[in-house]
């Protein structure tokens, strides 16, 4: 994903990680058979583990310097908080 993105748009490639993530994820309760789950999961997580960098570097397009450390920061504290959400969630 890397080389991609650095010769197509980010943010249409950050827009089908999201799609076709979001895809695989809600098909992975449509099938009956654990090879399509396995395979759907795995292309989730494919997917998923895209948007962290295209959603970095378009931040260091997008927001002047002197600002991206706090962006960069906040973003990278959301999957922290989301767990600690999560737990509350029991």
């Not at 989730?44 to 959603?55: D, E, G, I, Q, W």
Request: net charge positive; glycine share 6%; charged share 10%.
């Amino acid at each position: 994903m890397g080389a991609l993105a650095d010769v197509l748009n980010r943010k249409w490639m950050l827009a089908i990680t999201f799609f076709v993530g979001g895809i695989s994820s809600l098909a992975t309760a449509s099938f009956d058979s654990f090879g399509i789950l396995v395979a759907m999961r795995i292309l989730h997580a494919t997917m998923n583990s895209a948007t962290n960098p295209l959603t970095f570097s378009l931040v260091s397009d997008y927001v002047h310097p002197d600002r991206r450390s706090t962006i960069n920061s906040i973003l990278g504290s959301t999957s922290y908080i989301g767990i600690a959400m999560s737990s509350l969630a029991i």
